[in-house]
C-alpha cells in the first residue's frame, strides 16, 4: 500500500461512518455513540474471517446486518427518549459495550482480535464509499427519506399522514448503524485488527465534529467535514494529543458563525451560483 | 461564509493533498531510516527514552562520518500508542523508496499489530523493547527484535537467584489485562512458575491500564503473605501500585522485567521503591568500551540515568548502521540480508547475532536493583 492509500484508506472509511451518523442525524436524533456500530461491525467481520473462513465481502455484510439488527433493537428500546437523553443513551450504551467486549477472551479481550486477513486496500474502500454515496443519494430521494426529515420536522404532522415514527426512526438508525458497521469491518481488514479502543468515545465524538462542521444538512457537507478535518491532522502531525483541542475550538468556531456547518443547501446553491451563474439567474427568474 | 471564504478552502485542499503527510524528502547523500515510537499517549514514557537513545546514535555516528560516507537521518514519527497508527506508519515508510530500514515499533502491542504487514514487506523492521514469548516460525522473514526476552526458562532462572539473595518464598503476580505486553510476561511468569521453582504463586491480580486505586488488590495480595510483587505492567500504574502497597504494610520486593528498568518509576516513588528489583540486559555500570562510551554521551546530553529502552533503540540504529556497511550500499534488500546474517555484533544491551529472522540468539540478562542513591546497580 503506498503512502497515498495508507492516508486515504482511513479516511475514506471515516467518511462512510459519518455518512452514517448524517442518515441518523436526518431523522433528529443525535447518536453520541455511533463507535460502537464501528466496534461491532468490525469485531463481527473480523470474526467471521477468522473464525469461520468466509471471504471478506460476506464478512463485511456480517458486520453491516449485526450493526443494524443491534440498532434496530436499540432504537425501539429507547424510542421514548428525546433528543438529549437518546444521546446520553447511545453514549451509555457505548461505554458498556467497550467493557463487555474488554472483559471478553473470545473476543480478545482488551487487547482486541488479531489476525483478520489483510483485504481492503484503496480500490476497496474507494468501492464502498461510492455504494455508500449511492444509498444515502436513493435515500434522500426516496419515500422512507422524505418519512424521516417528516419525523424530524414534526413528529405530529408525520403522523397525520400515517407515518409510523417508531417504525421510520429505527429504519433510519438501522440505515445509519449499517454504515458504521462497514466502516468498522473495512477498518479491521485494512490493518489486521479490531480492538475495544476502535469503538471509543473519541472516535464517536470526532464522527459528530466531522458531521457538524461539514454540514449535517447535506450528505456533500459530511463528506466535506470528514475530508478536511482528516487531512488536516497529517499536516499537523506533531498536534497529537492536541488533535482534539484543536478540533474543539474548530467546532466551537463554526458553530458560531456557522451554526449549520460549512456546507449547507445555500451554500450549496452559492456554489452553483459562482459555477453557472446564468443557469442561477435564470432560476431565481422563474423562481 | 462569503464566496471568497469558500474558495479559499476549497482552493487549499488540493495543497493539503500535495504536502499530505510530514516526511520529509531527504537530501542527496543522507541515508534515511523510519523510526516508530509514541511519544505520546500512555505508553509514552518508554518511547520518549527510546527517541534519546535514538538521538545519541544517530548524532555519534554522523559525528564519526556518517555512514557510507553519508548523513544518517531517523525519521521519527509517533505511534500515539495506537497500533492503528503504527500499521498506517509502517506503510508509508514502506511506500518511501528511499527508508532502508525501519526501528520500532516499541513494545508488544504494536509489535504484533504489525506482523501481518510486516510480512509484505521487503524491509528491515527492528521492533525495539517488545518481549512477548514468539517461535522463530512466527516472524515474518524482515522482522528483528531488539529486546532481552522474558522467556519461561529466563525468568525462571531469575526468580530462582533472586529468591535466594533476598530470601523470597511467595509471590504475587499483578497483570494489566489491556495490556498485550503484560499478559505476555505474566504467562512467561506462571510458566515459569511450572518448569519449577523455589518459589510459590500464591496471589495473581489484573487491573486494566488507567486504573488508579490498587487497595483492594494489594490487599488480597497482603492477606496472601507475599514476599515479593512481581508487577509486570508499565510505568503509569507501578507508580501508584509501589507506593499504594507501602503505605499498606508491603515491606516485599517490587520485581520485574524491563518495563520495570524505567528510570521515571525510581524518581517518582522515591524511597518506597527499594527494595525493587528487575532483570534487564543493560547495566550503565559495564566496563565494556561500547557501554562505558554510550553512558558517556548519554549522561553528557541528557544528565539522568540511563533507561533500557533508550539503549534498546541505540542498539537497534546501530545494528542497521552494521548491516548497511555490510551490505555495501542504502539497498532495502542487500539490508535486510545483511541484517539476517548479523554476528557477535557488540550491542549495549549485549552481543546480537540473527539468524535470518526474529530474536537475538545470544540474550544476556543482569539482575539489577535500586541502590541508595535511587540509581540500579547489581543485585547483591
Not at chain 2, 510486516?118 to 528483528?144: E, H, R, W
Request: net charge positive; glycine share 10%; hydrophobic share 50%.
Amino acid at each position: 500500500m503506498d503512502i497515498l492509500a495508507s492516508v486515504l484508506v482511513p479516511v475514506l472509511i471515516d467518511a462512510i461512518a459519518v455518512l452514517g451518523l448524517y442518515v441518523i442525524s436526518a431523522s433528529g436524533r443525535l447518536s453520541a455513540g455511533h463507535a460502537v456500530f464501528f466496534g461491532i461491525g468490525g469485531y463481527a467481520s473480523g470474526l467471521v474471517s477468522t473464525r469461520l473462513g468466509l471471504p471478506p465481502v460476506v464478512s463485511l455484510i456480517a458486520g453491516i446486518v449485526l450493526a443494524a439488527v443491534v440498532a434496530v433493537v436499540f432504537s425501539l428500546i429507547s424510542d421514548r427518549l428525546s433528543h438529549w437523553f437518546f444521546a446520553v443513551a447511545t453514549l451509555a450504551f457505548l461505554t458498556m459495550m467497550i467493557s463487555l467486549v474488554s472483559g471478553l477472551d473470545a473476543l480478545g479481550g482488551a487487547t482486541g482480535l488479531y489476525g483478520i486477513p489483510l483485504a481492503v486496500g484503496l480500490k476497496a474502500t474507494v468501492v464502498a464509499l461510492v455504494l455508500a454515496i449511492g444509498v444515502v443519494i436513493v435515500f434522500d430521494r426516496s419515500r422512507i427519506g422524505r418519512a424521516v426529515r417528516a419525523i424530524r420536522d414534526s413528529e405530529l404532522a408525520a403522523q397525520s399522514l400515517a407515518i409510523n415514527p417508531t417504525a421510520v426512526r429505527a429504519f433510519a438508525f438501522a440505515l445509519g448503524a449499517g454504515f458504521a458497521g462497514l466502516a468498522g469491518g473495512l477498518w479491521s481488514h485494512s490493518i489486521g485488527l479490531i480492538k475495544p479502543a476502535d469503538m471509543s468515545i473519541e472516535r464517536s465524538l470526532l464522527y459528530l465534529i466531522f458531521l457538524y462542521i461539514g454540514g449535517a444538512d447535506l450528505w456533500v457537507g459530511a463528506l466535506f467535514g470528514t475530508f478536511l478535518l482528516s487531512l488536516l491532522p497529517e499536516l499537523l502531525r506533531f498536534s497529537g494529543a492536541y488533535r482534539l483541542v484543536m478540533f474543539g475550538g474548530l467546532l466551537t468556531v463554526v458553530m458560531i458563525l456557522h451554526p449549520a456547518g460549512l456546507i449547507t443547501r445555500l451554500e450549496l446553491d452559492r456554489l452553483k451560483a459562482l459555477i453557472r451563474p446564468a443557469a442561477a439567474a435564470r432560476a431565481r427568474e422563474v423562481g | 461564509m462569503d464566496r471568497r471564504t469558500l474558495l479559499a478552502v476549497l482552493a487549499s485542499a488540493p495543497g493539503m493533498l500535495a504536502t499530505r503527510g510530514a516526511f520529509a524528502a531527504p537530501l542527496a547523500g543522507e541515508i534515511r531510516i523510519g523510526g516508530l515510537a509514541f511519544l505520546t499517549g500512555r505508553f509514552s514514557s518508554y518511547g520518549v527514552e527510546a527517541q534519546k537513545g535514538l538521538k545519541i546514535a544517530v548524532d555519534t555516528i554522523n559525528v564519526g562520518g556518517g555512514i557510507l560516507g553519508r548523513k544518517l537521518v531517523v525519521d521519527l514519527q509517533d505511534t500515539q500508542s495506537d497500533s492503528a497508527q503504527a500499521i498506517s506508519l509502517l506503510r508509508r515508510f514502506a511506500g518511501s523508496d528511499d527508508v532502508v530500514a525501519v526501528v520500532g515499533p516499541i513494545g508488544t502491542p504494536d509489535m504484533l499489530a504489525i506482523l501481518p504487514v510486516a510480512a509484505q514487506l521487503d524491509l528491515a523492521i527492528l521492533s525495539v523493547g517488545s518481549q512477548k514469548t514468539m517461535a522463530k516460525s512466527d516472524f515474518p522473514p524482515d522482522l528483528f527484535r531488539v529486546c532481552l526476552i522474558g522467556t519461561p526458562q529466563l525468568i525462571r532462572s531469575v526468580l530462582d537467584k533472586v529468591a535466594a539473595a533476598k530470601n523470597i518464598k511467595r509471590i504475587g503476580l499483578f497483570t494489566d489485562r489491556s495490556n498485550d505486553s503484560s499478559q505476555a510476561e505474566s504467562k512467561a511468569v506462571r510458566d515459569a512458575m511450572g518448569l519449577g521453582t523455589g518459589l510459590e504463586l500464591v496471589a495473581q491480580e489484573t487491573y486494566t491500564s488507567g486504573d488508579k486505586d490498587f487497595s483492594v488488590l494489594i490487599g488480597k495480595m497482603l492477606r496472601a503473605n507475599v514476599d515479593a510483587m512481581y508487577l509486570s505492567g508499565t510505568t503509569n500504574e507501578d507508580v501508584i501500585i509501589i507506593p499504594q502497597a507501602r503505605t499498606r504494610g508491603f515491606k516485599g520486593v517490587f520485581l520485574g522485567g524491563a518495563t520495570l528498568t524505567d528510570p521515571k518509576i525510581v524518581q517518582l516513588v522515591g524511597a518506597a521503591a527499594p527494595p525493587y528489583v528487575m532483570f534487564t540486559p543493560f547495566d550503565a555500570r559495564s566496563d565494556r568500551p561500547v557501554v562505558v562510551d554510550f553512558v558517556a554521551a548519554y549522561r553528557k546530553a541528557y544528565d539522568t540515568q540511563v533507561a533500557t529502552y533508550a539503549a534498546y533503540a541505540y542498539d537497534a540504529v546501530m545494528l542497521v548502521k552494521n548491516a548497511l556497511i555490510r551490505a555495501g550500499a542504502p539497498d532495502r534488500k542487500a539490508v535486510l540480508a545483511a541484517m539476517g546474517t548479523t554476528k557477535d555484533f557488540q550491542g549495549v544491551t549485549g552481543d546480537y547475532s540473527f539468524d535470518g529472522r526474529g530474536d537475538n540468539t545470544t540474550p544476556e540478562p543482569y539482575i539489577m536493583e535500586v541502590g541508595p542513591s535511587g540509581t540500579f546497580i547489581p543485585m547483591k
